[in-house]
C-alpha cells in the first residue's frame, strides 16, 4: 500500500518522475509473473526427467533380467520360443492391418469410380442440352439477322412517298428485329459461358465410405481374423501362445525343454508358410464374411463396428461345403489389434 500510495499520491510531483515510478511498478509485476512461469516449467521438467529415469530404470532391469534367462541353460531356448510367438503376433497383426488398408482402399475407390462415373454422365447430360440450346439460340439468330436484312430491303425497294408514309411503322419493326436480335446474342453468350463451365468443372472429391460399406468392409475383416485364428489353430494353440507372449514378459512363460521348442518353432514356420500358399482363401473369406453380417448387431444404426458378443462365433467352412461353429471373441479379446483394423 505505501508503494501504491506513493505512486498515486495527490502530492505534486513532476510527470517525468510519475511514469517512471509506474513503470517500474508494471514491471516489477511482469517480471513476478515471469519467475512464476519459469518456476513452474522448472518444476515439470524436474517431473519428466524423474519419469525417464524411471523408464530408464526398468528398461534397464527388463535387461538384466532377459540376460541372466539367456545366460540359464533351462530357460535359453524357452526365451528364444517367447520371441519367435510375439514375431508371430505382430506378423498377424501386420498382415490384418495391411489387408484392411487395402479393402478399405478398394472399396473407396470402387465408390469414388463409382461417383465419377455418374458425375460424368450427369455432366454430359447437362453439356448436351446446354448445346443444344446454343444451337437453337443460333438458329434463330440467324432467322431474325434474314428478317432484319428483308426489312431494311424493303424499305429501300419502297418509293419515296410510300416510303414517308410508312417509315415510321418500318422502323419500329426494324428497332424491334434489333433489340431481339441483341438479346437473342447475349442469351448465346450466357450459354456458351456454362457450356464450358461444364466442360472444366472439376470432378468432385473423395468422400469418406457410408455405413453399409463400413460395415461389409469390417465383416470381411472380421473373416479375416477369422481365417487368421484358424489356422494358427490347427493342432497346436499358436494364435493363443502368439498372444499370451505379446500381453507377457519374458521369463514369464516357459515352453519347456529344447526339444519341446523346436517343436513349437517348426509348427510355427510351417503355419506361415501354408497360410501364404493357400489357394482357398478368397471363396472361403466370402462366405465366411456373409455368415458374420448375418448374425452381427450393432449398437445404433450409426455404429458401423459390431457388438463383440454377435461376432464371437468362428465359423469353420468344411471342403465339402458344411459350417460348423465354435466359440472364439476376437474382436472382444482383440486379438492382432483388431479394433484397430476395423473401419469406424
Known sequence: MTTLNAIFSTTREKPEESDKLLNLYWNRAELKKEFARLREERFQ???SVKRQEGVAAR?????????????????????????????????????????????????????????????????KREAATVEREIGERR??????????????SHLLSMNSLLRIFRRRSVMSRLDKLATEINATHQQEVELLRQFEEIRHRPP?????????????????????????????TD?????????????????????????????????MQKRLKSFEQSSEFPDVLRRRATLIAGQARFRSDADSVPIAQ?????????????????NANLLGEDYWQLSNALSQ
Open 59 to 123: 528398461m534397464q532391469q527388463k535387461l538384466e533380467h532377459l540376460e541372466n534367462l539367456l545366460l540359464d541353460p533351462d530357460w535359453v531356448y524357452s526365451v528364444v520360443t517367447f520371441f519367435q510367438f510375439r514375431r508371430l503376433n505382430l506378423h498377424c497383426t501386420n498382415k490384418l492391418a495391411r489387408f484392411a488398408e487395402q479393402l478399405k482402399q478398394q472399396r473407396e475407390k470402387k465408390q469414388h469410380s463409382h461417383r465419377l462415373v455418374e458425375w460424368n454422365e450427369d455432366r
Open 235 to 267: 493342432g497346436d494353440d499358436l494364435a493363443g501362445m502368439s498372444k499370451e507372449a505379446n500381453e507377457k514378459s519374458a521369463g514369464s512363460i516357459n515352453y519347456g525343454r529344447k526339444d519341446e521348442c523346436e517343436y513349437l518353432l517348426e509348427r
Open 204 to 232: 468432385p472429391d473423395v468422400d469418406g465410405l457410408d455405413i453399409r460399406s463400413k460395415r461389409q468392409i469390417n465383416f470381411t475383416i472380421l473373416a479375416y481374423a477369422q481365417q487368421l485364428y484358424l489356422h494358427f
Open 45 to 47: 521438467l524436474q517431473e
Open 139 to 152: 438458329l434463330k439468330l440467324q432467322l431474325l439477322k434474314d428478317q432484319l436484312q428483308a426489312e431494311r
Open 310 to 326: 454377435t461376432v464371437a462365433k468362428l465359423h469353420i467352412i468344411q471342403a465339402n461345403g458344411l459350417v460348423q461353429e465354435r
